[in-house]
């Protein structure tokens, strides 16, 4: 927030989402659209949806951050995931989730100890938490999809 702030982006990103173009946030781009994140201390985030983000509280045999492939699962289906099937493995690198305070925004799940919302849809505002830029193949349709929304 604090280089968002400095590099006056915070309008810009409003804007976007408030017009509904297309906009996608990943990893990071996903969790500062919530109310709060207690990544080093409370912070405060866009506040664009309610929710927070918490770090992952998990057994010994999972390590954090959650880094790797991991699967989907896809409870609603926005246009960006075209072609992308139920199950399919993306790249994860993260030690932070979001957790929506309204279940509408989830568009998939992932589970690594605890089901974490992994990408959110509202209107043409898409994020993840994954990476689709390293994610091969089914990231670079990910990609494919949001630049053929326009806008």
């Known amino acids: 927030m604090t280089e968002l702030k400095r590099r006056d982006m915070i309008g810009p990103i409003r804007d976007t989402i408030e017009a509904d173009k297309p906009f996608l946030g990943i990893c990071l781009g996903l969790q500062l659209l919530f109310e709060v994140s207690h990544e080093h201390g409370r912070q405060e985030g866009l506040g664009i949806l309610g929710g927070d983000c918490v770090r992952f509280e998990l057994p010994p045999e999972y390590s954090v951050p ?4 991991n699967q989907i699962s896809i409870p609603r289906r926005p246009p960006i995931l075209d072609g992308i099937d139920e199950g399919t493995y993306f790249y994860f690198v993260h030690s932070y989730y979001v957790v929506p305070s309204d279940a509408e925004v989830v568009a998939c799940e992932t589970d690594y100890g605890v089901r974490f919302c992994s990408m959110i849809w509202r209107g043409n505002m898409f ?4 990476h689709p830029e390293k994610s091969q193949a089914d990231g670079l349709k990910i990609l494919k999809n949001f630049a053929e929304l326009g806008g």
């Not at 959650?66 to 492939?69: A, E, Q």
């Open 66 to 69: 959650h880094m790797g492939w």
């Open 127 to 130: 994020a993840t938490q994954f």
